[in-house]
C-alpha cells in the first residue's frame, strides 16, 4: 500500500503530479532511511531543454555548484549541457566521465593556483575574472586563453545576493580587459550575475544596460568582444509564484536584441532551476515539543545536513504523511537534528500535527541543499538518488 500525505492545494503548484508520483512510488518500500534526496530526472531533462530556448544563439553551462551529486553530472552530461565550475573538485567530476573541455568554462572570478593548474592541462579556456592579479595569474598558468570581465550589477530583487563579493565598475572594467589583452590573453567578452532566486526582472534590464555600456566602450578601444554571459539567478517556486524562465528569457532577448551586436554568443549558467525543483527531501519526524507557547517540531535534516539555505531566507514548504486518524493544524517552529540553537528551519510553519515518525516531504530542495552540508555533530551528509 501506498504511504499516503497530506496534499494541499498550494502543494500542487510547486511540485509537479509527475514529481509526486515518482516520490510516492519510491517511498513504498519496506525499508527507507530517511533523510535523502530524491530527484525527478525527468523533471531535470525538461527544465535543461526549456532554460535557453527563448533567447538566440544561447548556449547553457549548468553551475555545477548547486548539486554536483555524480548522477547529475552524468545526466547532463548525457543530455549534452554544458557546464560551469570553480575548482579542482569540480573539474574532477567533470573529468571523471570524460567532458570534453569545449563544454567547461569557469566564472568564479578568483581561483586557486591548483585548479588554474588542472583546468589548463585539461584544457578549459573559458575564464572570468574582475581583478589585474588574476591577469597575472592566468597569464602565468594559461597562457592565450579567453577571458570575460565581471561586472557587478544591482542585486536587488534576489533572494540570495552575491554581487558585493564580485564584480567591478564599467571604468575600471575596461581597464581590466585592455590590460588582459596587453597581456596575451584573449578578452571575449563580459558577464554578471543579477543574484541568485532573482525573481525582479528588471535586474536583467539594468544588467543589460550596463553590460552594453562596457561593451561599446571595448569597441572603442578597438577590442573585439564576441560574448555575453548572462550569469545565473533565475528562479524557481519555493512557497510562492515566481515570473516563469519564459517571461525572464523573451525580455532577455528582446533587450540583446535591441542593444547587442546580431552575432553575439549568449551564455547561460543556470544552476537553482536546473535542479532545484526537481528534488524533495524525504524526513522523518524525530520529536515534538512544547516551549512556552511554541510548538517544536524536530525533524531529521536541519540547517547544517541540507537546509542551509533556510537561514538566508529561502522559505520552503512541507507535506506530512497522513495517519489514520488526521490531527488538527497547529503553527510550528521546525528545526533539524543538531545540539546547535542556529538550527531552526522556519518559524510559523502551519501543518497538521504529525507523529514522530511520520516522514515529512521537502519540495523544490534539488539546489544548494547536499551541496552546502556537512556532517556538523555526526549526522551524515543526505544521499541524493535520481529517480
Ligand atoms: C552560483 C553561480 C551560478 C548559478 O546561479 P543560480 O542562481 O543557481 O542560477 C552561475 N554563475 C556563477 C558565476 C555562479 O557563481
Known sequence: MLRSFKIEKHHTGIVPESTLFKTLKYLDRKTIKTPFLLLDSNKIAEKVSLIGSFIRNSRVFYAVKANPDISVIKLLNKLKAGFEIASEGELELLSSIKVEPSRIISSNPVKTLIFLKTAAKYGVNYFSFDSYDEV?????????????VRLTVPNEGSEWPLSKKFG????HAIKLLL??????????????HVGSQCTNIYNWNSALDKAKALWELAVKKGLNLKMLNIGGGYPIKYTKNVVSI???????????????????????EPGRAVVGDAGIFVTKVIGKAKRGDEDWLYIDVGVFNGLMESVGGIKYSYIVENQKNIKAKKQWTIAGPSCDSFDVIDKNVILNEPEVGNLVLIPSSGAYTISYASEFNGFSIPKTILI
Do not use: H
Not at 519564459?246 to 547561460?268: C, G, H, M, T, W
Open 168 to 171: 567591478v565598475e564599467i571604468d
Open 136 to 148: 597575472d595569474k592566468l597569464k602565468e598558468f594559461v597562457p592565450g586563453c579567453n577571458v570575460y
Open 179 to 192: 590590460y588582459a589583452k596587453e597581456n596575451g590573453l584573449n578578452p571575449v567578452g563580459i558577464t554578471f
Open 246 to 268: 519564459e517571461a525572464i528569457e523573451k525580455n532577455i532577448d528582446s533587450l540583446i536584441q535591441e542593444r547587442f551586436p546580431e552575432n553575439v554568443e549568449i551564455y547561460i
